[in-house]
């Protein structure tokens, strides 16, 4: 019988873990042998564990997980990264297969999409989560990112957490929206939006919106006349 594939999932959503756990038993080729909602714990139980595949999320609460795909390329070279993400900007899929990943799913795709994404990291080919084919995935992970994009200052003061709540409220999603979709209170995120907008120096949800699409966190053209 062939040796199953081992993998290590790093979210700090518990419940989204376990959900993920669950899809991933299906197939009986695959073994989740740690998780961890943290990217220092990530990098110890990597380093420990050397699983096949690690599945990553870009927010986490003490580090990008962009950051995390660099310093687990690092550690692990033969070790493949895929981001299992609610983001799906171009800035994030760029940073994420510079960073060393070679797989880029979002959280709402469908179980069997999930399962096809590790199968095809596994064999050591790109996956994106969409129609872009392999060939435009293999050029984005060579090309530089876009410098204007993501690089305001006081973007860059803004946690992880924060920069997910962010996109949220660009996008227009509502306090009780974001609770639901983080597992946090709706007054957690409130406290994060007051912070936000301290941050940066707003004081509407408006000027907030306006900021996003500035920064690119959200596309331009909707605040075109």
Do not use: C
């Not at 695959?30 to 909602?37: A, C, D, I, L, Q």
Request: net charge positive; proline share 3%; charged share 25%.
């Amino acid at each position: 019988m062939a040796t199953r594939k081992t993998l290590l999932i790093v979210d700090d959503h518990s419940l989204f873990r376990e959900g993920l756990k669950t899809i991933i038993s299906r197939n009986p080729a695959y073994e989740v042998v740690g998780e961890t909602g943290r990217g220092e714990t990530a990098v110890q139980m990597a380093k420990s564990l050397r699983p096949d595949l690690i599945l990553v999320d870009i927010s986490l609460p003490d580090q990008s997980g962009i950051e995390l795909a660099l310093q687990l390329r690092k550690s692990l070279p033969k070790t493949f990264i895929m981001m299992v993400t609610m983001h799906s900007k171009v800035d994030y899929i760029v940073k994420a297969f510079q960073a060393g990943a070679t797989g880029f799913v979002t959280k709402d795709s469908a179980p069997e999409r999930l399962l096809q994404a590790i199968d095809v990291v596994l064999k050591g080919e790109y996956f994106m989560d969409s129609a872009v084919s392999q060939k435009v995935v293999q050029r984005l992970a060579g090309v530089k990112a876009d410098r204007r994009s993501l690089t305001d200052a006081g973007y860059e003061t803004l946690t992880p957490r924060e920069q997910e709540i962010l996109a949220l409220l660009a996008e227009g999603q509502a306090l009780k929206s974001i609770s639901e979709r983080l597992f946090i209170s709706p007054k957690t995120v409130e406290n994060h939006r007051t912070s936000i907008m301290r941050k940066l120096g707003v004081h509407s949800t408006f000027e907030l919106i306006r900021y996003a699409a500035k920064v690119g966190i959200i596309d331009i053209d909707l605040w075109k006349e």
